[in-house]
């Protein structure tokens, strides 16, 4: 994995007054899933690199994953100027990630 998960540094409020296209991608550094979904949110950002990506170790009791209301891992939360635009739950499909990313990433 080229970048890992890294324990919660932001909270919610924080988060919603971000500028700008974002994503948290919330997951596990152990999880088959993210492991999957690995390369392919690497190659999209990787076309995108204005756009700001947190990867958040997210589990139980979590309170920004909670107030995401993040169930499955990964969940990718597409966000302009703080507000969620889209989310992909386990993403597969590369096109996907780089259509959710280049919507954000266009002028609102």
Known sequence: MSTPYTPET??????????????????TNWCGHCQAAQPLVDAAFAAQPAVRHLKVEDGSG???????????????????DGQEVERLVRPTDPAAVRDALARIAMPG
């Open 10 to 27: 932001e909270i919610r409020a924080d988060i919603d007054r971000w500028r700008g296209p974002a994503v948290v991608d919330f997951g």
């Open 62 to 80: 979590r309170p920004l994953g909670r107030s995401f209301r993040v169930k499955l891992w990964p969940t990718l939360v597409f966000l302009r």
